[in-house]
């Protein structure tokens, strides 16, 4: 399927800042960095994207030179001898939020060292004004929005709600996150650095529940469902690398920041989005663990950026059900 070209962002005064800006990405390929990529290729910034992937085919590459390789072993002195301006650490590994025993060393290569290194990288470029590093609300302490009896109100989740992460994705996150103070601190004080506690990413081309639950429909397979009364702060893709951007360059942007929707919905809504499009078959709807509400309070987001989400889930869940019949169309 051909990446169309979607009229991402309006702000003049953004694309102007941004024009002919080096930056660099890290995880480029993922459902987030490709998001970014396009937009960073319509403000004419010069970019290297690293990744562990190569991009799609037929991606356009416009400006943008994406190596692959392994950020975490690899040598990293393209990052260096670019001398960029702006920095976004995406690259990362998630798995679900009870991470399997396996995933506890892929957590310490591709998080915590990977992370480290980018880190370090980052020091040392002088030229570099702006390091926004791509967070998780996980590292919010789960006794907030967690509990063993269904609340359905939205529980809104602040950036000054205690820290006590849920799982060793979570932990890293947030060791990283004091690293980045560390070199502020003692090493580049005036780097800027953001911190954006990103909430439930879905987009086209990603592995969460949403892509799988609609490459399951469009294959008239039923759909597994857990915790069907969870509610989530689901934020699609696109929000993301536009709120990332926007954080990069606000002027005032710095340290944590919350980025999701700060709209509260349950798995039963992403359903009923999903059955709005296609043809749904469920099997069973398990609850495996204690209920979940978690919504982003995204008023620091607004003040400073002047901006919110615009994407509804079920305008995002179209945009990726149609992401994935064009895959459909175009296989062999």
């Excluded at 991606?59 to 975490?72: E, P, Q, R, Y």
Aim: glycine share 6%; net charge neutral; charged share 25%.
């Amino acid at each position: 399927m051909r990446w169309r070209k979607i009229n991402y962002y309006e702000d003049a005064n953004v694309k102007s800042d941004l024009k002919g800006a080096r930056v660099v990405v890290t995880g480029g390929a993922g459902v987030i960095g490709r998001e970014l990529l396009a937009i960073l290729r319509e403000a004419e910034g010069t970019v290297i994207s690293l990744d562990k992937k190569p991009l799609p085919e037929d991606f356009n590459l416009t400006g943008i030179t994406h190596i692959v390789k392994d950020l975490a072993a690899d040598p990293i002195d393209e990052i260096i001898d670019f001398r960029p301006e702006i920095f976004f650490h995406l690259a990362a590994a998630f798995e679900r939020s009870k991470e399997s025993p396996e995933f506890w060393n892929v957590n310490w290569t591709d998080n915590t060292l990977m992370s480290h290194r980018a880190v370090d990288a980052a020091r040392r470029i002088d030229t570099l004004r702006a390091f926004v590093f791509a967070s998780s609300y996980l590292i919010y302490s789960p006794a907030l929005y967690m509990s063993s009896s269904l609340r359905h109100a939205p529980v809104y989740l602040r950036e000054d709600a205690p820290a006590a992460p849920r799982n060793i994705t979570g932990a890293s996150k947030y060791y990283t996150e004091r690293e980045l103070d560390f070199i502020r601190e003692y090493l580049r004080p005036s780097l800027k650095t953001v911190y954006a506690r990103i909430y439930r990413v879905y987009g086209r081309g990603s592995r969460d529940v949403i892509s799988r639950w609609i490459r399951s429909a469009l294959n008239s397979k039923p759909l597994d469902v857990y915790n069907i009364d969870n509610r989530f702060d689901y934020i699609c893709a696109r929000d993301v690398a536009e709120g990332l951007l926007r954080l990069a360059v606000a002027e005032n942007a710095e340290g944590v920041i919350n980025l999701g929707s700060g709209q509260s919905h349950s798995v039963e809504d992403v359903l009923t989005a999903l059955a709005s499009f296609i043809d749904i078959k469920i099997t069973g709807r398990a609850r495996l663990e204690d209920y979940e509400n978690s919504t982003a309070d995204i008023g620091l987001l607004r003040n400073l950026t002047g901006w919110a989400p615009r994407t509804t889930l079920t305008e995002g869940i179209g945009r990726v059900i149609e992401y994935e019949r064009g895959l459909s169309q175009a296989a062999p």
